[in-house]
C-alpha cells in the first residue's frame, strides 16, 4: 500500500510504501473487540466492595421470640432484608485482568491500522519534534493536518516535548509505536502516524506475522 508522507504544513512531499500485512488485511472486528475489552478489564481497579451480614455491626441477639407474637420469625437484624443488615451477594474486591494471546492482539492492532488506512483517516506524516514543548505550535500543526475530532499521534520513540506540547489539547493522545492501545486507534477519528514509526510498524507487526 503506498502513502503520501504530509509535511507539518500539510503538503505532499514523497510516497511511502506500507507493509500490506499490516495496513493493507481484511478487518477482524473479532480480534478488535477482544483487545478493546481486554485493555478495559485490565484498567478495572476492582475495589468494590459491601458488608455481608457477618460483617455488619451490631447486636447479633433474636430481635424478638420465634413463636406467638403474630410476626414473621427473624433470628438477627444483620440480615439483609433489615434496613442496616448486611448485602446479599453483593460486590467484593476481585482483579478483573486477564492475558489475552499475542496472536489475538497482533491480529487486532493490525486489524486497526488497516481499517483506519482503509478509511484514509490514517496520514503519515515527516518526522517532527517540538523543541519549545509549547501547545500553541503543536496547534498549529494540527490545524494544517486535521479537522475536528479526536486525534491519535503514533510517535518513533518517546519524545517529551511534544508529549508535553499536546497533553493539554482535549481530544489529542499519543502512542508509540511498540506501545499501541486498541481503545484509542478504534474511537480515534484521526490517526498521524510519524513517517520512521509507519515503517517501525511495518517491520514489527509483518516479522511478527513470520514467525507465527
Request: proline residues 3%.
Amino acid at each position: 500500500m503506498d502513502k503520501t508522507v504530509l509535511s507539518v504544513e500539510g503538503k505532499e512531499l514523497r510516497t511511502i510504501a506500507l507493509e500490506d500485512s499490516v495496513f493493507g488485511i481484511r478487518v477482524s472486528e473479532g480480534a478488535i473487540y477482544h483487545a478493546i475489552r481486554n485493555e478495559l478489564a485490565n484498567s478495572r481497579v476492582g475495589t468494590a466492595s459491601t458488608k455481608t451480614r457477618s460483617e455488619v455491626l451490631g447486636t447479633h441477639k433474636k430481635p424478638w421470640k420465634q413463636k406467638g407474637t403474630g410476626r414473621a420469625r427473624s433470628g438477627s437484624k444483620q440480615s439483609p432484608i433489615w434496613v442496616g443488615g448486611g448485602v446479599a451477594f453483593g460486590p467484593r474486591p476481585r482483579d478483573y485482568s486477564y492475558k489475552l494471546p499475542k496472536k489475538v492482539k497482533r491480529l487486532a492492532f493490525r486489524s486497526l491500522l488497516s481499517m483506519k488506512a482503509q478509511n484514509d483517516s490514517l496520514k503519515v506524516v515527516e518526522d517532527f519534534t517540538i523543541e519549545s514543548g509549547k501547545t500553541k505550535e503543536f496547534v498549529a500543526i494540527l490545524k494544517n493536518l486535521v479537522g475536528r475530532g479526536k486525534t491519535v499521534v503514533i510517535l518513533k520513540d518517546n519524545d517529551p516535548l511534544l508529549k508535553r506540547a499536546g497533553g493539554n489539547i482535549a481530544g489529542v493522545s499519543f502512542l508509540s509505536f511498540d506501545r499501541l492501545r486498541a481503545h484509542d486507534l478504534y474511537y480515534g477519528e484521526n490517526v498521524l502516524v510519524l513517517e520512521t514509526a509507519a515503517k517501525r510498524l511495518g517491520e514489527v507487526y509483518s516479522s511478527a506475522v513470520a514467525s507465527e
